[in-house]
C-alpha cells in the first residue's frame, strides 16, 4: 500500500480555517489529545473503585465520631486514609495517563458558527431528534439525536455531507427536559462523526480503531483479517457470509485511503446503509472538537469517500437477486451485538458504592 503525504484539500481548497485559529489559553478552556487511548475496561474499573473508595472514606468519617473503642476508631480512620488515598490514586493516574499519551488542544465548538458563517454551510447547535441518519447496530428502538451539526448550505458548491455528534437513548415523554442530574438515558454516545452518502445501500462493515475492542457494542466474532497491515490499525467486521462483499468493497485502494488518511490518525470508519461515517478521535473531553480534526474531516470526504464510492457504485447484493433494487438483506444490514463489557463492569462494581461502605460498617463492628 503506497503512502499518502499530499494532504492538501482540493475540492474544499477554497474553505477559510481562519474563525478557527485559537491560541492556547493560560487557563482552562484545553483539552487533551491522546496518542494512546485508556483502554475503556480499565477507565471504568478505576473510576468504579474511586466511587466505592470514596464512598467508604465518607462513611468512615461519619462512623469516627460514635465509635467508642480505641480499636474502632483506628480501623475507620484507616477507612478513611485508604478511601481518600485510594480516589487520589486513580485521579493521579488519570493525569498521568494524560500527560504522557497527550498533548493541549483547544476546543473551538464556540468558533463553529462563525467558521459557518464564512463558508456556506448551515450550523445547528441545538440537539434535535434525527431520523434521517441510519441508526448504529442495536438502536433502532432507541431515540437518535444530532447536535452541532454543519451540513453545506442550500445553493453552495460543496459536495453533500454532514458534521455532528450523536447519541442514542432510551425513548423519553414527550415533556422531558434533561438536567444534568437527570440527563437522557444514553445507551449509546456516538460522539463527532462525519457522514457522506454513498451512491448504494451496502452491508454493515465497521472499522474498529484497537482502543475500541474493548468495549464496542458490536460483536466481534464477526471480525475477518484483511491482511497483517490493514489488521494492525483497524478490526474490520462485518456479517456473517458477507466476507466476500468486504474484499469487494474494500480493495487495496480503499483499504490504503483508509489506513492513511484515517487510521494513521486514529480515527474509526463504519458503512451502514448508504452512508460512510467516519468517527472523530477520542479524546477525554468527548464533546470537544479541535480545528486539526476538523480540516481532516475535509480530507476524508473529498479523498477517502471517493475511493469507496467508486466500489459502491459497482455493488449489489448478489442475495437480493436483482441489481436494480438498492436493498441489502436483513442478515447484512447490522452486524450482532454483545453487551458492552464495560457495562458489566458497571453493573458489577456499582453496587460496591454501598457494600463497601456496609462491609466496613460491619467489620468496625467487632473491631475491639
Not at 52 to 66: C, D, E, H, K, Q
Not at 69 to 93: E, M, Q, S
Not at 140 to 145: E, F, S, T
Request: net charge neutral; glycine share 8%.
Amino acid at each position: 500500500m503506497n503512502s499518502r503525504r499530499d494532504d492538501a484539500l482540493h475540492v474544499f481548497e477554497h474553505l477559510d480555517f481562519t474563525p478557527l485559529e485559537v491560541s492556547l489559553p493560560r487557563g482552562p478552556g484545553w483539552s487533551w489529545r491522546l496518542s494512546r487511548a485508556m483502554p475503556a475496561w480499565l477507565d471504568t474499573v478505576s473510576v468504579v473503585v474511586a466511587m466505592a473508595a470514596g464512598s467508604t472514606a465518607i462513611f468512615a468519617l461519619v462512623m469516627l465520631p460514635g465509635a467508642d473503642t480505641g480499636g474502632r476508631r483506628l480501623f475507620y480512620a484507616l477507612c478513611g486514609v485508604a478511601g481518600v488515598l485510594l480516589v487520589l490514586a486513580v485521579i493521579a493516574g488519570h493525569m498521568g495517563w494524560n500527560r504522557r499519551y497527550g498533548r493541549r488542544v483547544v476546543p473551538v465548538n464556540p468558533e463553529l458558527a462563525a467558521f459557518a458563517a464564512a463558508n456556506g454551510l448551515d450550523y445547528h447547535a441545538t440537539s434535535v431528534v434525527d431520523t434521517s441518519l441510519p441508526p448504529a447496530a442495536g438502536q433502532d428502538a432507541n431515540v437518535q439525536r444530532v447536535s452541532m451539526r454543519l451540513r453545506p448550505a442550500e445553493g453552495s458548491p460543496w459536495p453533500p455531507f454532514e458534521i455532528g455528534y450523536r447519541i442514542f437513548h432510551r425513548p423519553v415523554p414527550p415533556d422531558f427536559v434533561p438536567t444534568e442530574k437527570r440527563p437522557y438515558p444514553i445507551t449509546i454516545d456516538y460522539g463527532w462523526y462525519v457522514a457522506v452518502p454513498l451512491p448504494r445501500r451496502l452491508p454493515h462493515i465497521a472499522l474498529l480503531r484497537r482502543s475500541e475492542l474493548s468495549d464496542t457494542n458490536l460483536d466481534l466474532h464477526a471480525r475477518y483479517s484483511m491482511g497483517i497491515e490493514f489488521d494492525q490499525t483497524f478490526t474490520l467486521l462485518c456479517p456473517p457470509g458477507y466476507e466476500r462483499d468486504a474484499l469487494y468493497l474494500f480493495t487495496p485502494d480503499v483499504m490504503a485511503a483508509m489506513l492513511d488518511d484515517a487510521g494513521a490518525l486514529q480515527w474509526g470508519a463504519e458503512v451502514l446503509d448508504d452512508r460512510l461515517f467516519f468517527r472523530f478521535p477520542e479524546s477525554p473531553l468527548r464533546s470537544a472538537i479541535v480545528e486539526e480534526d476538523l480540516r481532516r474531516a475535509f480530507l476524508l470526504i473529498e479523498r477517502t469517500t471517493a475511493e469507496l464510492r467508486t466500489q459502491a457504485e459497482r455493488y449489489s447484493d448478489s442475495r437480493i437477486g436483482e441489481r436494480t433494487l438498492d436493498r441489502v438483506t436483513d442478515a447484512g444490514r447490522r452486524v450482532g451485538t454483545r453487551v458492552r463489557p464495560t457495562m458489566v463492569i458497571a453493573g458489577v462494581g456499582l453496587p460496591l458504592m454501598v457494600l463497601a461502605p456496609f462491609a466496613m460498617v460491619m467489620v468496625g463492628a467487632f473491631a475491639a
